[in-house]
């Protein structure tokens, strides 16, 4: 530091000196100090010259923005790191110590000055756009709102919901539904469930059929679900499996062209007609309360011996016999029996060593039963008014 300011001091010395004595000729002096003299002065002089004209062109300049990014413009030019004040500021190391000072001090207190004049500035700009851009987004309060309501959960899925939680209380696991499609292969749908080649269910009147595949169906019933389960894990199975069917019927109040349906398998050893009682008795007595007398009656379906039909007490007449139950005093709510032995053979399943019971059952016929619904087309309709009651 020492050095440095008698380097200027000398220099100054030799300046003056050399000032008055030839003002005007610079023979005398070497080329180098001539330039290092001039420069040294001319520094000294016009830096405080342009810190001086910086701040007014500055402070003009600010005046004069127009808006915050012109605003922006002028700080970057003048207060960024690559901005005049700095690049002046990279000059005072060929100054004096004090003139550092002075100069240093001076280029602060101009940069302040302009940082303050550029935050004020700033304000007044942010606030004339404020209030530019609350006049023209200005929004009428008195137009309606754009009100959407909050969805449901369809009474379908609850239905479906609540008889899952149901089965899995009692054991039960969801099948991964990659078991069961709704586009089906015949196969699957129906021979590999024990249907005769002939049976009046593969009729084109009751199944989709196809063009793009032969022998490709929209499923008729889930039970196909049943199949594919036990072609890929072996017994133990205790499974059901909720999901959409297709018939080729004309809609009705009883019947629409889809609808739900929910499977239900078990398969162990020693599975016998009353585990599946056991079963199907506790679902009713859960689902429909506990009041709720059940009747297996004798049927027929291709892929359980024996097959049964579930009943409950009507839940209109309470077992006298009304309109919605015919008269019988029961309605049906599912169909059920132990797993064919041909089933079982089909999937590899041994049936002298395994058994099992097998079900399904209407998600919409439920649902009617327990809210007494008269129309199945309601669940179609999207009419908020229904499914608002649930
Ligand atoms: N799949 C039958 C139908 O759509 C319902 C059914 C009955 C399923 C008995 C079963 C069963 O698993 O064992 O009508």
Redesign the pocket.
Known sequence: MAKNSLRVKKIKEIYYGFLSERPKNFNTATDKTQHQIVYIVKLRFFMKEKLELILKEASEEINNSNNLTELEDVKVKYLSRKGELNSIKKNLKDLSDEEKRTIGSLANNISNQLNEMISAKNQELYRIELNKKLINEKIDITLPSDYRPQGKIHPLTQTINEIVEIFQGLGFSVMPSEYSPEVETEYINFDMLNFPPNHPAKDMQDTFYTKTAPNVILR????GA?IRQMLNKKPPLRVISPGR?YRCESVSARKNNLFH?I???MVDTDITFADLKGVLNEFVRIYFGSSRPTRFRA?Y?P??EP?A?VDVQCIMCQGKGCRTCSGTGWLEV????M?HYNVLKNVGIDPEIYSG??????VERLTMLKYAINDIRLFFNNDTRFLNQF
């Open positions: 008729s019933q889930t039970s049943q069917v349906q499977e239900g398998l049927s379906f892929f359980t097959s039909e599912l169909g059920a029996g797993v019971f097998a079900f399904g059952m209407g």
